[in-house]
């Protein structure tokens, strides 16, 4: 319906402008233009138009990055014209001096890279996005509120029992952490999220974090496929990293004649049993004959 008052709006601008002039085309363009908006408002220029940033992020609690968008307004274009500059906040006071981001390049595009060497932990930063001369966007944190992990690794699993019925069966999964977070000599401490689902559902099945890099899953149906996921993050903290690689699960099909071949009956038992209760049957009767004759 929007479209046709759009089409319509036009063709009665055109037979104005004939008309009337130039006096009533402004206000009809106008009224055209918020009908176009209506009807595709992707085609209307954004709020603000200038360099934003959109994620600061350390995965290991030793370096970081911040990435930013590009302007899409003119003058915020061109190559290079955005620059990077912070200061961090040593003992009780800001450094004066605005500094220039040290590595354009490693983080990838509309980024900047902070090694370890200009990495402190537990002391405030603040940066901020400048193009043309002036500030555009700006933001303060510390590296520890701003860690998210990588995907843990090497993730498998073993079987560890079936049920009796032959339906469910329980695994334990297991992982590597992050090959740059430094778990060994505990750096940082890192709690994982283990996520598990059958293949064709759509909703994850979320388990309780743990700080082991192993988790046990039970009842899982012998007749399904599933898929599992972990992903991490700094011990006390709410921001995750990424989900691993998806872990297919494929569990052994157990069919009943493998489970009757499977069982063995307890000849034996029953063997010592047996014997033991014609046993006490002879005492019984031997006994009571004693006894009658006595009396």
């Not at 090959?179 to 388990?207: C, F, R």
Request: proline fraction near 6%; hydrophobic fraction near 35%; aromatic fraction near 12%.
């Amino acid at each position: 319906m929007d479209l046709w008052q759009l089409l319509l709006t036009l063709a009665v601008a055109g037979s104005s402008s004939a008309f009337s002039g130039s006096e009533a085309t402004p206000a009809i363009l106008g009224r055209a233009s918020q009908s176009l908006q209506r009807v595709n408002p992707g085609l209307g220029t954004n709020s603000s138009g200038k360099p934003k940033f959109t994620k600061c992020r350390s995965p290991e609690l030793e370096t970081f990055s911040c990435h930013w968008t590009d302007g899409v307004r003119r003058g915020f274009k061109s190559p290079g014209s955005t620059q990077l500059f912070y200061i961090r906040r040593s003992t009780q006071e800001w450094t004066q001096e605005w500094k220039e981001c040290p590595d354009y390049v490693s983080a990838g595009e509309n980024s900047c890279y902070f090694n370890s060497s200009y990495t402190s932990i537990w002391i405030p930063y603040c940066i901020k996005l400048t193009s043309n001369g002036g500030t555009v966007d700006q933001k303060c944190f510390s590296v520890e509120e701003i860690v998210q992990p990588d995907p843990p690794i090497g993730l498998n699993w073993t079987l560890l029992n079936i049920s009796l019925t032959g339906i469910h069966a329980d695994i334990q999964v297991r992982w590597e952490p992050p090959p740059n977070a430094d778990v060994q000599k505990g750096w940082i401490v890192l709690e994982y999220e283990l996520q598990y689902k059958e293949v064709n559902e759509s909703q994850w099945k979320t388990m309780d974090p743990v700080l082991s890099t192993s988790v046990p899953v039970y009842s899982l149906r012998l007749d399904k496929e599933y898929e599992v996921r972990v992903r991490s993050r700094q011990r006390n903290s709410e921001k995750y990293g990424e989900f691993s690689e998806v872990l297919y699960v494929t569990l052994p099909q157990m069919s009943p004649f493998a489970c009757e071949e499977d069982f063995q009956f307890p000849w034996f038992l029953i063997t010592i049993f047996g014997i033991f209760g014609l046993t006490m049957i002879l005492f019984l009767f031997v006994f009571s004959k004693q006894q009658r004759k006595e009396n």
